[in-house]
């Protein structure tokens, strides 16, 4: 892999970068440009179809328009990619396309979502809620909860989706950034729910979000990658996603040792 220098506004920016991140900023944004590295995103490829089963492309495709704010596109493709190989580490029933359709639509509420509820999503601090404004991180999950209802009703699956398989995807999309939630229900979840939260948490540890945020967040790579691994036990439901959690930040960590040396 190749790294180069780059250099950003307002931010410090790590001593290297990896050439294959490629970012974006929006054209037309109206916020300060010293908050403006929130808003970056790594523009969407036909490429990224790629990596997604195959079976669920024609769905990803219908909803794709819903996906193109703060790299939801890209995330959601990616994660994809990983959706095989966890669940290929479970011996118990799983209803894989139930947590196929949940992980596609679960961030697509982002697009209903201003610049600023996105700026303060990504850790904006001095920007304050409004009083009665929601949350984003809960406001993003409401609104894919709206946009999954309508898209679950409007396409023709093959076969249909019954009812009660609707409702597991609404409900997956819901508690999708609740890990503790999750994890720490009285009645165990279903393993579909479990399952979302952790393919969708694996987007931290990619290559492509890992170096992303070093920017968008304003972390240099050595911090970050320390962070993660901090915090890996209580972002991951299940031990399988944990493992294959572990197995990307090694990569990180291998990758951040490059530049630091
Ligand atoms: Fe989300
Ligand atoms: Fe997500």
Redesign the pocket.
């Known amino acids: 892999m190749q790294f180069r220098k780059i250099s950003f506004p307002n931010v410090v920016p790590p001593t290297e970068f990896p050439d294959d991140v490629k970012l974006s900023l929006p054209n037309n944004s109206n916020l300060p440009t010293d908050q403006q590295h929130y808003l970056l995103f790594i523009p969407w490829e036909e490429s990224y179809l790629i990596g997604i089963p195959r079976q669920y492309v024609d769905f990803f495709k219908r909803v794709l328009p819903h996906l193109h704010t703060r790299t939801t596109d890209v995330h959601t493709a990616v994660c994809l990619g990983y959706l095989d190989e966890l669940l290929s580490q479970f011996d118990q029933p799983i209803n894989e396309r139930v947590v196929a359709l949940a992980l596609i639509l679960?961030?697509s509420g982002w697009s209903k979502l201003s610049e600023k509820e996105i700026a303060m999503s990504l850790g904006v601090s001095g920007l304050k809620l409004t009083e009665g404004a929601k949350n984003p991180k809960e406001k993003?999950?409401l609104e894919s909860a709206k946009i999954t209802t309508k898209m679950l009703n409007d396409y023709d699956f093959i076969p249909p989706l019954n009812e009660k398989e609707k409702e597991l995807i609404i409900q997956a999309v819901l508690y999708?950034?609740k890990p503790e939630e999750v994890a720490g229900a009285e009645i165990e979840m279903p393993i579909e729910i479990q399952l979302l939260v952790d393919l969708?948490h694996l987007w931290s540890f990619t290559h492509q979000n890992f170096w992303q945020d070093t920017l968008r967040k304003g972390v240099q790579p050595k911090e970050y990658v320390q962070n993660l691994q901090r915090d890996i036990d209580d972002y991951f439901v299940t031990d399988q996603g944990k493992e294959l959690a572990l197995k990307l930040l090694n990569e990180r960590l291998d990758e951040v040792e490059v530049i630091e040396k």
């Open positions: 679960h961030d993003h999950a999708h950034d969708d």
